[in-house]
């Protein structure tokens, strides 16, 4: 059974900072991992998708990378700003339709 | 494109009332996935429909049911409710039969009093 979890829990940056998530999963045997952003009450918002074939995928000033073997992944935040704060999401994909296992998230907020 | 779309945004129901949540996807998306969002639990996946079949069922009691239609809209229903159903429901659209990118739509909240 795959089990997700993010690391810290909540995290709080000055405005400019670079900022890594992480996130942990147990079976390595994944498709592919997404990250989204969760804003207060709202829905899910896609920023990255990684396939397993995939080491990165960048856009904008976020940048994803993927190790199966170790069973992490990271989302590289660069020069945050206020509009960042929200909670991050990362979820695996194992095969077997379109099922995600969902990690733990983190809050973040980046002050001015 | 219009994203993915659910009604109502916001509900109040009693304990053992019935409700029904619909979503509808992305055009051309024919998979559509429910998830349930609680503080306590995160995100947990209710089930999954691609082409009005039901692939993946999670591990919820039987009064959390769902259908989807031939033009791929989904409904989720749930029987006799509980004060623990209170949630955030949330439906993602894919357009592929697994391992393409997920889109969620604003959700639900659910409130059971």
Redesign the interface.
């Known amino acids: 059974k795959q089990e997700v979890t993010q690391i810290p829990a909540a995290l709080s940056v000055p405005e400019g900072e670079n900022l890594v998530l992480n996130c942990s999963f147990t079976d390595s045997a994944i498709?592919?991992l997404?990250w989204?952003r969760q804003d207060p009450?709202?829905?899910?918002?896609?920023l990255l998708?990684i396939?397993s074939s995939q080491r990165e995928q960048t856009s904008g000033r976020l940048n994803a990378s993927l190790d199966k073997s170790s069973g992490r992944s990271t989302l590289y935040i660069a020069a945050s700003q206020p509009g960042d704060s929200a909670t991050y999401?990362c979820?695996a994909?194992t095969?077997?339709?379109?099922?995600?296992?969902?990690?733990?998230?983190t809050q973040l907020k980046v002050e001015l | 494109k219009a994203g993915?779309t659910?009604t109502p945004r916001y509900l109040i129901k009693t304990r053992g009332q019935q409700v029904t949540l619909s979503c509808s996807p992305i055009s051309g998306h024919r998979?559509v996935?429910w998830?349930q969002q609680t503080p306590g639990q995160?995100?947990?996946?209710l089930f999954?429909y691609?082409s009005e079949t039901q692939?993946?069922k999670?591990n919820f009691p039987g009064r959390f049911s769902g259908r989807q239609f031939s033009n791929s809209r989904s409904e989720m229903n749930v029987s006799t409710l509980e004060l623990g159903d209170s949630a955030?429901y949330?439906c993602?659209s894919?357009g592929?039969?697994?391992?393409?990118?997920?889109?969620?739509?604003?959700?639900t909240?659910l409130t059971v009093t």
């Open positions: 498709y592919n997404q989204f009450g709202k829905g899910l918002t896609s998708l396939q999401l979820a994909y095969g077997g339709g379109n099922k995600l296992t969902f990690g733990t998230g | 993915v659910q998979s996935s998830y995160g995100l947990q996946f999954e691609f692939r993946n999670g955030l949330l993602a894919s592929t039969q697994g391992g393409g990118e997920q889109y969620f739509g604003p959700g909240r």
